[in-house]
């Protein structure tokens, strides 16, 4: 099977069988995000155990690259301390990152070179040929960006005074 196929299956594959699916009731925080331009919508819930994501779901509608995304990053963040999952926020955003090249083409092609793994299976890849769309970029970026707002909170509340 071509990898943009093995890509397209997966995708389909967490669409119609999310990961992680659902509200966690002991949620130490909950962030709800939309977009607007595509009309897809996450809510997001997470237990933290110190500074680690010990569990995580979401709840949501939209598009599948919307969905499909959520329920690859559960999947890739429990677990994860927040300086991890901040990291993995940052290589997830600059792979949808359009790149242009001198004559201002778009050079990514659906094979970015910046993936987000060197392993070419690891399922967010499956995400990368969004970069060559940009409005869908934003499909793929809500749950992140639920997360990057949550993880935010998270510190704030929870900062420990300097000594
Ligand atoms: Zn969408």
Request: charged share 30%.
């Amino acid at each position: 099977m071509a990898l943009d196929e093995l890509y397209q299956e997966i995708l389909l594959d967490h669409y119609k069988q999310p990961r992680n699916k659902g509200r966690l009731t002991s949620a130490d925080l909950d962030v709800e995000l939309k977009n607007p331009f595509c009309g897809d919508e996450i809510l997001l819930t997470i237990l933290f155990d110190q500074d680690r994501i010990r569990d995580v779901a979401f709840e949501g509608h939209g598009c599948v690259i919307s969905q499909a995304s959520a329920s690859l990053m559960t999947e890739k963040i429990k677990g994860m301390t927040i300086g991890e999952a901040e990291a993995a926020i940052e290589r997830f955003s600059r792979m949808l990152k359009q790149e242009s090249d001198a004559h201002g083409d778009h050079v990514c092609d659906g094979h970015c070179r910046h993936r987000f793994s060197d392993d070419e299976l690891d399922e967010l890849n499956a995400l990368q040929g969004v970069c060559a769309y940009p409005t869908r970029v934003k499909c793929a970026m809500l749950a992140w960006r639920s997360l990057q707002q949550a993880l935010q909170r998270y510190k704030t509340e929870h900062a420990t005074p300097a000594h």
